[in-house]
Nanobody
Framework: QVRLVESGGGLVQAGGSLSLSCAAS????????VAWYRQAPGKQRELVAS???????YYADSVKGRFTISRGDAKNVVSLQMNTLKPEDTAVYYC????????WGQGPQVTVSS
């Protein structure tokens, strides 16, 4: 069983930066897929960025060049550096880990004011 707890997030002005981190209790290793998703009000949850089991990274077109996903160690499994934030980045951001099962964090709110 894996429990994920995110930290970071908050309120920032457009053009600013925020960093999100995801800590795990339980067994997570570098071969597990990790990702960040987000869900804005009234919209479906969408994949923001991911790192596959073989290290391949993916970014949604809307965040390419602005966000960076990084894999951490067994405890702080993944982070997301968000730069040049835009109001449309406002959402609840969820950490995701896939082992033999899938696990989600509860999601910190990120609010970008114009």
């Amino acid at each position: 069983q894996v429990r994920l707890v995110e930290s970071g997030g908050g309120l920032v002005q457009a053009g600013g930066s925020l960093s999100l981190s995801c800590a795990a209790s339980g067994s997570v290793n570098s071969r597990n897929t990790v990702a960040w998703y987000r869900q804005a009000p009234g919209k479906q949850r969408e994949l923001v960025a991911s790192i596959s089991s073989v290290g391949t990274t993916y970014y949604a077109d809307s965040v390419k060049g602005r966000f960076t996903i990084s894999r951490g160690d067994a405890k702080n499994v993944v982070s997301l550096q968000m730069n040049t934030l835009k109001p449309e980045d406002t959402a609840v951001y969820y950490c995701y880990v896939r082992t033999f099962n899938t696990y989600w964090g509860q999601g910190p709110q990120v609010t970008v004011s114009s």
